[in-house]
Nanobody, 123 residues
Framework: VQLQASGGGLVQAGGSLRLSCVASRRTFSNNAMAWFRQTPGKEREFVVSISYNGGSTVYADSVKGRFTISRDNAKNTVYLQMNSLKPEDTAVYLC?????????????????WGQGTQVTVSS
């Protein structure tokens, strides 16, 4: 599975961005998906995951109420709507495909990773 993330950019604090991640494989609809983020010198941080059918989501406390994950299995695409962005949200955002239909925050649950898209939030 190849994952292509896009939608990052530079935005002011309080602004919004919508990230997209397109998967190359049709069986995308069987797998949970997630967004992680990473900044230089820090460990990869879980942001949010979504089950294979979109019926279950898990959010990191730091983004609850501000970020929303969704997916369109017909388009092999998962989205991350980010609102009320803060400077501490600045990172490379990576999408990941899990081995199973449901997955949480652990990176070992995910087999396939996209290349990431840079999100920069200015104060």
């Amino acid at each position: 599975v190849q994952l292509q993330a896009s939608g990052g950019g530079l935005v002011q604090a309080g602004g919004s961005l919508r990230l997209s991640c397109v998967a190359s494989r049709r069986t995308f609809s069987n797998n949970a998906m997630a967004w992680f983020r990473q900044t230089p010198g820090k460990e990869r941080e879980f942001v949010v995951s979504i089950s294979y059918n979109g019926g279950s989501t898990v959010y990191a406390d730091s983004v609850k109420g501000r970020f929303t994950i969704s997916r369109d299995n017909a388009k092999n695409t998962v989205y991350l709507q980010m609102n009320s962005l803060k400077p501490e949200d600045t990172a490379v955002y990576l999408c990941a495909a899990a081995l199973r239909s449901y997955a949480g925050a652990g990176t070992d649950a995910y087999r396939h990773w996209g290349q990431g898209t840079q999100v920069t939030v200015s104060s």
